[in-house]
């Protein structure tokens, strides 16, 4: 049975966002990203990070891949949703930071 972790999701980036807000140097920190993406983070507005409800797979601990969230960020943050939604169907094939697999992934 998969599990859905939508709704965690998008409160956990909604924190991490408010938080950002008032010390993104202790939010980059404690997520393991560089300033930059903190900043980027910062730059989403609530409403663009419902978007993030699409992906099922859990956000809690951030992929090894900058890019990626660089791009989800950029594309929720520009209303880009040709770009948002190129970026959610990888979201299963990022690597997780352990250097497993996404369950369902050989």
Request: aromatic residues 6%; charged residues 25%; hydrophobic residues 45%.
């Amino acid at each position: 049975m998969k599990m859905d972790f939508s709704k965690l999701n998008l409160a956990y980036l909604l924190h991490a966002r408010d938080l950002a807000q008032k010390d993104p140097e202790l939010v980059a920190a404690l997520l393991g990203v560089s300033s930059e993406l903190t900043h980027l983070l910062i730059d989403v507005a609530p409403d663009e990070l419902v978007h993030v409800t699409q992906i099922r797979s859990p956000l809690l601990v951030l992929r090894q891949n900058a890019w990626w969230w660089e791009r989800l960020f950029k594309a929720l943050r520009d209303g880009r949703q040709d770009e948002l939604k190129v970026v959610i169907e990888h979201a299963a094939l990022v690597v997780t930071p352990e250097g497993r697999e996404p369950d369902g992934c050989p």
